[in-house]
């Protein structure tokens, strides 16, 4: 069967967007490819790029098979790449897809069709109806011959994460079959594309060559330069698309269609409003939370407002919104909300803050569409927040570093959306809890110093007070430090 003009993977962004933001990942390939180019073996040649849906995964991995295919006949003495690309997506290449089962010969013959196009007179062999086995062990061996004689291979998988989960005595098969028995020449060279980190590889020479890198979003210089806007209008575009490649490049197309020139501020500013913003972040997070179950996408909803997540802080904010009846246990909220949303990669455990946490981008999305579409219901997921972390504080005021910045966070959030909101001003409350519970070792004040240092987010919601506060967490970390070594 015949895919090669089914293989357009998804478009993000549109095709007519220049190519930004990614040069560190291009160089970290080119680096590599640089020493395989010179016929020396290539340092850790899996590579797994990883991220959330529509930081632009496909497009990366669009733009390296561009740059690295190379159109047969090869100059004379050269040592070329010649890629290969498929994206493993049940809805982008349905035909390699079988009743939920992955066909492995599909996989190896098209795969050796795109890498002998690149090579002259190569062609793919009629193995009639050889085993997958066999398929893969005659194309490990071309393609061992085509990296040491006269190229170096570039096998490209999207949506890894797809066959993992669906499939995966295939993803284990691939490993042992395919990327292993490559790998090991260290002169192939893989990379792979995934929502989460790829973490399940079993063979030990597979594991000690995996390259993981995260993508990240793009910052408002490159998010203007994605849709070719003014620096004025990307910050506009930032602010709605908190720097997410599809939704940025979603606006910027939906401006375009208004007749909206992306170099005038006033004229963006009047037409992007919240009906405008709204259907593009519903249709992203639509996507985003498409295949989780009915009870997490919509706890994740509002615990999104949660800049750390564990068991206590979101069962208080579900009891508190009535999305989850009350008196569930631990276990329910470690293995039904927070196993579930880790599974779908909007969670991932930080082993510096000991918790979990929201993919920063996705987080900063699902907020800003829950303010846009019901700004009671994100006044009371902050409200809920604030309650929690202030409860916990004044229980337990020696952890000043863990819940402190937290409450500042969702109070500034609280006073900008809802001034009226029935909560007591910061310095009011500051001073009472200075008064009555304010720690007497110099610990807490030195972990809050680093934590309000370390904390930009913080930084630019609290502007007002932030500067205060770690100026007098500093300074009571150094007194009460001075007064007990005179004691």
């Known amino acids: 069967m015949d895919l090669t003009l089914k ?5 993000s962004p549109e095709p007519g967007r220049p190519f930004v933001n990614r040069e560190h990942e291009l160089q970290l390939i080119q680096d590599k490819l640089d020493i395989g180019l010179h ?3 290539m340092r850790l040649g899996v590579v797994c790029f990883w991220g959330a849906f529509g930081m632009g995964k496909s497009w990366l991995l669009r733009e390296l098979e561009r740059r690295c295919k190379y159109p047969a006949p090869q100059p004379q003495g050269s040592h070329p790449t010649i890629a290969a690309r498929l994206d493993l997506n049940q809805a982008i290449l349905p035909a390699l897809w079988t009743s939920g089962q992955f066909d492995r010969v599909q996989l190896i013959q098209e795969l050796w069709k795109q890498l002998a196009a690149q090579v002259a007179g190569a062609v793919v062999p009629n193995l009639e109806r050889a085993s997958p086995d066999v398929w893969a062990e005659e194309f490990v061996r071309q393609v061992t011959v085509w990296s040491t004689q006269s ?5 490209l998988l999207d949506t890894v994460d797809d066959l993992a989960t669906q499939d995966e005595k295939t993803f284990f098969w691939l490993e042992e079959h395919l990327v292993e028995r490559l790998a090991l020449t ?18 030990f020479q597979v594991r000690r060559r995996i390259d993981s890198h995260r ?10 330069q994605q849709v070719k806007a003014s620096l004025d209008v990307s910050q506009v575009l930032y602010r709605h ?8 490049d979603y606006l910027g197309t939906t401006l375009e269609s208004q007749q909206a020139s992306l170099q005038a501020m006033d004229s963006v500013e009047q037409i992007l409003k919240p009906p405008l913003v709204q259907p593009v972040l ?13 009870l997490p996408a919509k706890l994740a909803r509002y615990a999104c407002v949660l800049r750390w997540v564990s068991v206590e802080p979101l069962r208080f904010l579900a009891e508190e919104l009535k999305l ?4 569930r246990g631990d276990a329910y909220y470690l293995d039904q909300i927070i196993g579930i949303l880790q599974s779908h990669h909007l969670l991932y455990w930080n082993s510096d803050k000991n918790s979990y946490e929201f993919d920063p981008v996705l987080r900063h999305l699902l907020t800003h569409f829950l303010e846009l579409d019901d700004p009671d219901e994100f006044c009371r997921a902050n409200q809920a927040a604030f309650e929690f972390h202030r409860a916990h504080l004044e229980n337990s005021p020696q952890y000043l570093g863990r819940y402190l910045p937290e409450l500042a966070y969702h109070r500034a959030i609280l006073a900008r959306v809802s001034p009226e909101a029935p909560l007591p001003t910061w310095s009011a409350w500051w001073s009472q809890f200075r008064a009555e519970k304010s720690p007497a070792h110099p610990e807490p004040w030195a972990e809050l110093a680093k934590a309000l240092q370390q904390d930009k987010e913080l930084q630019d919601v609290f502007a007002a007070d932030y500067g205060a506060l770690y100026s007098e967490a500093q300074k009571r970390a150094a007194n009460i430090a001075a007064q007990t070594k005179e004691g």
């Open 324 to 327: 989850v009846e009350a008196g």
């Open 186 to 203: 260290d002169r192939v060279l893989f990379v792979f594309a995934s929502r989460g980190e790829l973490q399940r590889w079993k063979r």
């Open 241 to 248: 698309a908190c720097g997410h490649p599809l939704v940025t």
């Open 282 to 294: 519903r249709e992203v997070i639509t996507e985003i939370l498409r295949s989780v179950p009915k």
């Open 215 to 224: 993508l990240t979003a793009f910052d408002t210089g490159a998010a203007g």
């Open 151 to 155: 190229a170096t291979p570039v096998i």
């Open 39 to 41: 016929g020396s073996p």
């Open 7 to 11: 293989l357009q993977p998804r478009l």
